[in-house]
């Protein structure tokens, strides 16, 4: 049998985890807890019982019945799914972590450019490059606090018509609630204090 493992992070603690799941194998399996644990690994891989089938061996019938049948099976699909999801997320934010660094560098000192005598030299970035990494910086903030990136023409007519109705609202409350006006007539003193 052709064992086609995935890297797992730490194949001991997912046999300890497997072992925990899976009380309710036979006694007699022929498949040991290593070949059950790269069929599910092979499998989380390619979605398919088919190729568990032809790269590991194991027969189809066999697969099926684990699948439908055994509770370890979704189990370990799922922390399978979520340990390498979160093992994903972390080299992401890497490099986002880098490529931002290296942004913020060209931003602040420019970018290297080669000169005729070989020299190289920090060469100030573009208006027009600087501003596309504002505008990609600041789509990508809004995204991430769940603001919208751009508004439509549409949500600002319905908007605008919003706030058009208010300020009738407003006014029309105003006209009801205004108190007459009240003449006032300026008179100088003559009082030498007061100048």
Same mark, same amino acid.
């Given at each position: 049998?052709?064992?086609?493992?995935?890297?797992?992070?730490?194949?001991?603690?997912?046999?300890?985890?497997? +072992?925990?799941?899976?009380?309710?194998?036979?006694?007699?399996?022929? +498949?040991?807890?290593?070949?059950?644990?790269?069929?599910?690994?092979? +499998?989380?891989?390619? $979605?398919?019982?088919?190729?568990?089938?032809?790269?590991?061996?194991?027969?189809?019938?066999?697969?099926? +019945?684990?699948?439908?049948?055994?509770?370890?099976?979704?189990?370990?699909?799922?922390?399978?799914?979520?340990?390498?999801?979160?093992?994903?997320?972390?080299? #992401?934010?890497?490099?986002?972590?880098?490529?931002s660094d290296v942004v913020m560098d060209r931003l602040?000192?420019?970018?290297?450019?080669?000169?005729?005598?070989?020299? /190289?030299?920090?060469?100030? %970035?573009?208006?027009?490059?600087?501003?596309?990494?504002?505008? %990609?910086?600041?789509?990508?903030?809004?995204?991430?606090?769940?603001?919208?990136?751009?508004?439509?023409?549409?949500?600002?007519?319905?908007? /605008?018509?919003?706030? $058009?109705?208010?300020?009738?609202?407003?006014?029309?409350?105003? #006209?009801?609630?205004?108190?007459?006006?009240?003449?006032?007539?300026? %008179?100088?003193?003559?009082?030498?204090?007061?100048?």
């Open positions: 049998m052709s064992q086609q493992l995935a890297k797992i992070d730490d194949p001991e603690r997912h046999k300890a985890e497997l +072992y925990k799941s899976i009380n309710e194998w036979p006694e007699g399996s022929k +498949y040991s807890l290593e070949q059950k644990l790269a069929v599910l690994t092979e +499998y989380w891989i390619t $979605g398919s019982l088919r190729a568990v089938e032809r790269n590991l061996g194991v027969p189809m019938s066999t697969l099926v +019945y684990w699948k439908k049948n055994s509770p370890w099976w979704d189990e370990q699909i799922t922390q399978l799914s979520t340990e390498n999801t979160a093992r994903f997320s972390a080299k #992401q934010r890497k490099i986002i972590d880098k490529a602040e000192n420019g970018d290297f450019q080669v000169m005729r005598d070989g020299n /190289t030299v920090r060469k100030p %970035v573009s208006c027009r490059d600087a501003s596309i990494v504002m505008a %990609v910086a600041f789509d990508k903030d809004r995204i991430a606090q769940a603001l919208p990136t751009n508004y439509n023409s549409s949500s600002v007519d319905a908007f /605008t018509q919003v706030l $058009g109705k208010l300020a009738e609202v407003g006014q029309t409350m105003q #006209q009801n609630t205004q108190k007459p006006a009240i003449d006032v007539e300026r %008179v100088d003193s003559e009082d030498p204090k007061d100048k």
